[in-house]
């Protein structure tokens, strides 16, 4: 039996990579949640499930040092984690936390990202959906034109309820 | 007055070598407005609740909750929020309250296979000297609406807590309603 929170797999880059996938996900969790410690010389962080192109939307709260605004995406290709470029050296933070992954229901996640540049980067919340009652079994992360550099490193973690 | 009989727990986990642990999942009946954990041991330096949350209400509008300690309905309570509805954010704070109330935690029931989401963490619950802390996070998306909302709440009372009650701000707490408790080891 898996045990209430732990380790699925992590990967740690050792040169740049387009995207980066935890494929054959276990259905034995309740929820799942994703830490990654990323850079990249552009673009913006997105995630898909299951290969799938269809279905996402957001609603988020972002402060960039100035002001705080809130948006929305909706019927979007993909899952973005932000909307700011990683960047290059200075690594930017992010959890997604996948509530009822192996569910029946449409999934939905909390997001938070967090980047600080010194003089510049944002902070954000965010609630996502997939529009999809499918179990997630495939989770992949890409950058936006551009490949994760050398040195980032995504873990996915399993929580299991009593 | 929201009905406060409790809604059902399914058996605990056997404690595990990590220091996140399972103590209690309490789901909902489609018969309570309130999901109670009872008797929470001392055993972890904080606590951390995850929700997967729908109200009966038939509609498809965002609902939150609220947060007692230890049954007290005295006005012992604070919070402040911020949140967004995709087109403009808020903040607001309130005092001497009865409870402390979390908004954009769940969906009413006409929104099909729409959740809302939450983690909220307690932090040192089971302190005697100190007054007791939560920060949450909450929100649901509806493919073109929907909120998202950060919360802190505050329960002026030194008393170690040992029970919490979640009342839904709708009508009652559906069946696919799903609140989980961990402790988290200091």
Redesign the interface.
Known sequence: MATTYEKIATTTLSSSTATITFSSISSAYTDLRLVLTATASGGTKFLKFNSSATGYSNTYILGDGSSATSGRSTSYPRLDLNSQDSGSSTPSLDTVDIFSYAGSTYKTCLIESSHDLNGSGQVMREVGLWSNTAAITQIDLSVAGNTWSTGTTATLYGILKA | MLNTVLGSF????AA???S??????GTGTGLSATISFTSIPSTYKHLQI?G?AKDTFANSNVFGMYVTFNSDTGSNYASHR????????YANGYATQTSIELRSYSVGNSAT???????MDVIDYASTSKYKTLRS????????????E?CSGLWQNTAAITRIDLVTSGTLWSS?T?F???GIKG
């Open positions: 399914s058996s605990g986990v595990s070598t990590s996140y642990e399972s103590i209690a999942t995850r997967i911020l949140g967004g509805d995709g087109a403009s954010t296979n729409i959740m809302g989401v939450s983690i996070a909450g929100g649901v998306d509806k493919n073109g609406s929907g909120n998202i950060l696919s799903t989980a408790l961990y």
